[in-house]
């Protein structure tokens, strides 16, 4: 197979190589040790040790997940293996990555379900589909109706449930989900019962057993038993990670607190997101750097953009004039991928 390098990568790839563990636990799964790359306008993947094992052909590519990958062609958009071959042939007009064993595709304007077979398990009548989770799955159906499905395509529905807005990050985790109506949030279990009212000016999904919420004009958590885990006091918040979340409390800039509400890492940056895999994505001066949970600066802040840690490496984007590229670090700051396009 022939190996794709840009100029000056070897050199950048012997330290990368040697430099840490970069697939661990569960983080393995995300990823399954594959990333994809841009390289002149096509993509492939590379491996953990910036080799490329699945060579650019796709117009599109997404990471792997359940052992396989999203890709698009110009036929449409299908699924591979680590090996680069189609086990789902490129016959759908849009699709979504696989989770809890089922992946979203649209064929004729609708909207439904494949297995792993690439056989449908619950038939396209959808206006919308997102992906699965904890058994559930966020869909729109022909009447424009928001509504959550089970594995078998059911609407699922409590006398307590809610007319269902659509909100910015739908699905289920750590048993509930967020929910809008008539601009209030609040949270329904997986069988639809409405067990936090709607009560709430603005909230996130629940992430690590906290929830941030908005009340008045000041954020706070909130447990999955509705009980106040932390005060509101914050004029943002995000969600819990890693034992720690960013917050703004005063001015412009962000902090991070652990799960007592306690300022762990004090306020100094322009921008923050919450941690993966012992990292989180900050912004200073416009540009986006990477810090470990004692808030030491791991990789300095060069980057126009990033994306979070999986598997040991992250995606990052550096703009040149019109152009963006995209490359990957691993969790010491090296390259893996020097940034292509």
Same mark, same amino acid.
């Given at each position: 197979?022939?190996?794709? =390098? $840009?100029?000056?990568?070897?050199?950048?790839?012997?330290?990368?190589?040697?430099?840490?563990?970069?697939?661990?636990?569960?983080?393995?799964?995300? @990823?399954?040790?594959?990333?994809? =790359?841009?390289?002149?306008?096509?993509?492939?993947?590379? +491996?953990?040790?910036?080799?490329?094992?699945?060579?650019? #052909?796709?117009?599109?590519?997404?990471?792997?997940?359940?052992?396989?990958?999203?890709?698009?062609?110009?036929?449409?958009?299908?699924?591979?293996?680590?090996?680069?071959?189609?086990?789902?042939?490129?016959?759908?007009?849009?699709?979504?990555?696989? !989770?809890?064993?089922?992946?979203? %595709?649209?064929?004729?304007?609708? /909207?439904?379900?494949?297995?792993?077979?690439?056989?449908?398990?619950?038939?396209?009548?959808?206006?919308?589909?997102?992906?699965?989770?904890?058994?559930?799955?966020? %869909?729109?159906?022909?009447?424009?109706? /928001?509504?959550?499905?089970?594995?078998?395509?059911?609407? =699922?529905?409590?006398? #307590?449930?809610?007319?269902?807005?659509? =909100?910015?990050? $739908?699905?289920?985790?750590?048993?509930?989900?967020?929910? &809008?109506?008539?601009?209030?949030?609040?949270?329904?279990?997986?069988?639809?019962?409405? %067990?936090?009212?709607?009560?709430?000016?603005?909230?996130?999904?629940? !992430?690590?057993?906290?929830?941030? %919420?908005?009340? !008045?004009?000041? /954020?706070?958590?909130?447990? #999955?038993?509705?009980? #106040?885990?932390?005060? $509101?006091?914050?004029?943002?918040?995000?969600?819990?990670?890693?034992?720690?979340?960013?917050?703004?409390?005063?001015?412009?800039?962000?902090?991070?607190?652990?799960?007592?509400? @306690?300022?762990?890492?004090?306020?100094?940056?322009?921008?923050?997101?919450?941690? !993966?895999?012992?990292?989180?994505?900050?912004?200073?001066?416009?540009?986006?750097?990477?810090?470990?949970?004692?808030?030491?600066?791991? *990789?300095?802040?060069?980057?126009?953009?990033?994306?979070?840690?999986?598997?040991?490496?992250?995606? *990052?984007?550096?703009?040149?004039?019109?152009? &963006?590229?995209?490359?990957?670090? +691993?969790?010491?700051?090296?390259?893996? /991928?020097?940034?292509?396009?």
């Amino acid at each position: 197979m022939k190996r794709l =390098v $840009p100029y000056g990568l070897a050199l950048l790839l012997l330290p990368a190589a040697a430099g840490c563990d970069f697939l661990n636990g569960k983080d393995e799964s995300l @990823t399954d040790g594959l990333f994809p =790359v841009l390289l002149d306008g096509e993509w492939g993947y590379i +491996d953990a040790t910036g080799r490329m094992v699945i060579e650019p #052909t796709f117009r599109q590519a997404e990471p792997f997940a359940e052992d396989v990958a999203l890709v698009r062609t110009y036929s449409g958009f299908g699924f591979i293996d680590r090996g680069g071959t189609f086990v789902i042939e490129p016959r759908f007009e849009e699709a979504r990555s696989f !989770s809890d064993g089922r992946a979203a %595709v649209r064929m004729d304007g609708r /909207w439904g379900y494949i297995d792993h077979r690439g056989a449908f398990v619950i038939n396209p009548q959808f206006t919308a589909a997102h992906p699965f989770a904890e058994g559930r799955a966020f %869909v729109r159906t022909l009447d424009y109706d /928001w509504a959550y499905i089970d594995r078998d395509g059911q609407v =699922v529905r409590h006398e #307590t449930t809610p007319d269902l807005d659509e =909100v910015e990050t $739908p699905g289920f985790s750590n048993g509930l989900a967020l929910v &809008r109506d008539d601009g209030a949030y609040g949270y329904i279990d997986r069988s639809g019962r409405l %067990v936090i009212p709607l009560q709430y000016a603005a909230a996130h999904p629940f !992430s690590d057993g906290r929830a941030a %919420v908005k009340i !008045s004009d000041r /954020w706070g958590y909130i447990d #999955t038993k509705q009980g #106040t885990a932390i005060s $509101p006091q914050f004029i943002s918040a995000a969600g819990f990670a890693d034992d720690r979340a960013p917050v703004r409390k005063d001015g412009n800039q962000w902090g991070y607190i652990d799960a007592r509400g @306690t300022l762990v890492i004090p306020a100094q940056f322009d921008e923050a997101r919450p941690f !993966s895999e012992g990292r989180a994505a900050v912004m200073v001066d416009d540009r986006w750097g990477f810090i470990d949970p004692a808030g030491n600066f791991i *990789v300095e802040p060069r980057f126009d953009e990033v994306w979070p840690f999986r598997g040991g490496a992250a995606r *990052v984007r550096l703009d040149t004039g019109e152009r &963006r590229k995209y490359g990957y670090i +691993d969790r010491q700051g090296n390259y893996l /991928w020097y940034p292509t396009d």
